[in-house]
């Protein structure tokens, strides 16, 4: 890989790998109430997360996945069901569990540094040279030290998906809720990141849940891969990778598994609404 | 250097039919004095420091009633947009009289605190207020609500998240504001300034 995950010789506890979390979401449903009537985003959606495991969810748009990781997050609350992290209930945000949005949601009104060093400035207990060290060791595992000065409207859909990533990953949390994060982006800077994004969890040992469009792009980061089906939004199927790890996008193991996977969207009938790719 | 130029040249000619005028005698020239007089009036006042005293109050007057302005104006806009309370009171009255052109406020001005200091100082305070209170409270309100989310899920509550993402994220909406308000402080510090003038050549 093109760049080298090691610890500073300053790294503090902050750099310590912490254990990841185990989540449990239990028959969670959730509507909205829309001009259109009463949608019923999430319906009765059960699913375990084991730690450090690296869970995709794939559907077509709409069918809840955006939904479910708020639920995760604690920025929604289910109508019913709950979601246990370590066994714990969870009910409101916090720094356990990050978020990389679906949106760009970094600060234009901060550089590269500052959004990234925001959510460490929150963290108790930390000198101001921790926060700096913990930052600048972020920024370069992403590779963009360079940039640290950058404002964020300088940058390149690539490159502020990578802040997002770091800001994401400073807090040290224990789950990375990623929201179809390189859906905007070219397949080049792409293929670049899945491979950054699988030596990164490698290296810092997090549970991810990771919602995507794309059938490949779900098998090639995924332990597994669960198809949801919209209208009411349900896990309809799973599927276990068994490839060995870093995998590359374009091998042809990771084909036969996008094909199945295809092939059973378009037997819960919404292929068409996936990425054919 | 052309542009230079063409504008040098420009402003040379309306000196010159200004000039002109003034010859032919059309108007008394108490009316119409002539360039050269003006230019050496405003010599004089400048030499015997008359000018600069003006200004120097003009701009105080200004200065002051633009800070006036803001510090009342910011927090005012941020209860509006934060209780609806306040929205509905403060927001509404702020609506309407920030229409009112600031040369009604001149009157009542007058009314209350006299010919002094206090009532210019409030006609540019009441220029300036309202545009301030209006747009903080729209920039608040325009905050997308995604900067909010992703402050929560960093641990940023309360206070932190009015100082560090609500309010930074408003600014442009509040510097315009602020810049509006300085437009209406201006021009408010100026038409009372005229109005002095006024008084004081008609012999009050
Ligand atoms: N705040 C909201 N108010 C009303 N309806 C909502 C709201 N959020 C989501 N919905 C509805 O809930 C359903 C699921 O939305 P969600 O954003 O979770 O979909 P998604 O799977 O993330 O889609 P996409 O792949 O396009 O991002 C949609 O039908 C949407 O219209
Ligand atoms: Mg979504």
């Known amino acids: ?277 | 250097m052309k542009r230079l130029l063409l504008a040098a040249g420009f402003f040379v000619v309306l000196l010159l039919l200004w000039d002109a005028a003034f010859r032919a005698r059309i108007w008394s020239p108490v009316l119409l004095p002539s360039p050269w007089q003006v230019a050496s009036y405003l010599k004089n006042a400048a030499v015997d420091g008359t000018l600069a005293g003006a200004t120097l109050i003009t701009m105080r007057r200004l200065l002051a009633g633009y800070f006036i302005g803001l510090v009342v104006g910011l927090p005012l806009g941020l209860l509006t947009a934060r209780w609806k309370l306040f929205r509905d009171t403060i927001g509404t009255m702020a609506l309407g009289l920030q229409t009112l052109p600031s040369v009604c406020w001149v009157p009542l001005a007058l009314l209350w605190f006299g010919q002094t200091e206090a009532a210019m100082l409030f006609v540019v305070v009441m220029g300036t207020l309202w545009s301030v209170v209006i747009a903080t409270e729209t920039g608040v309100r325009n905050v997308p609500p995604i900067y909010r989310r992703a402050a929560l899920t960093m641990g940023s509550k309360r206070l932190h998240m009015w100082f560090k993402v609500i309010l930074p994220a408003a600014l442009p909406f509040i510097v315009s504001g602020m810049k509006q308000g300085w437009a209406f402080a201006w021009r408010s510090g100026h038409r009372d300034h005229v109005r002095d003038r006024c008084h004081r050549f008609a012999g009050r």
């Open chain 1, 1 to 277: 890989m093109r760049r080298a995950v090691r610890r500073r010789s300053s790294a503090t506890e902050e750099l310590e790998v912490i254990a990841p979390s185990k989540l449990a979401i239990n028959n969670v449903s959730k509507s909205f109430q829309s001009a259109s009537g009463k949608v019923l985003a999430l319906d009765r959606v059960s699913l375990n997360v084991a730690e450090a495991e690296f869970v995709c969810l794939v559907g077509a748009s709409g069918c809840g996945k955006s939904t479910l990781l708020n639920i995760i997050a604690g920025l929604e609350k289910p109508d019913s069901g709950e979601v246990l992290a370590d066994g714990k209930p969870v009910t409101a945000p916090g720094r356990e569990r990050l978020v990389m949005f679906q949106e760009p949601a970094l600060f234009p009104w901060l550089t590269v540094f500052g959004n990234v060093l925001f959510g460490l400035n929150l963290k108790p207990n930390l000198s101001r040279k921790d926060r700096h060290d913990v930052a600048k060791y972020y920024l370069e595992l992403v590779g963009l030290s360079r940039f640290e000065r950058a404002n964020i409207h300088e940058l390149s859909g690539g490159m502020k998906q990578r802040v997002s990533l770091a800001r994401a990953l400073a807090p040290n949390p224990r789950v990375l809720l990623m929201d179809e994060p390189f859906a905007a982006l070219d397949a080049l800077t792409r293929e670049q990141l899945y491979g950054d994004i699988q030596e990164i969890w490698k290296a810092r040992r997090k549970t991810i849940v990771f919602v995507t469009h794309n059938v490949r792009e779900g098998a090639c980061l995924g332990d597994r891969v669960l198809l949801f089906s919209p209208h009411p939004g349900r896990i309809q199927e799973e599927f276990a990778v068994e490839l060995p790890r870093p995998r590359d996008i374009n091998s042809v193991d990771l084909a036969a598994y996008a094909t199945r996977i295809t092939k059973a969207l378009k037997r819960i009938g919404q292929a068409e609404a996936v990425a054919a790719e």
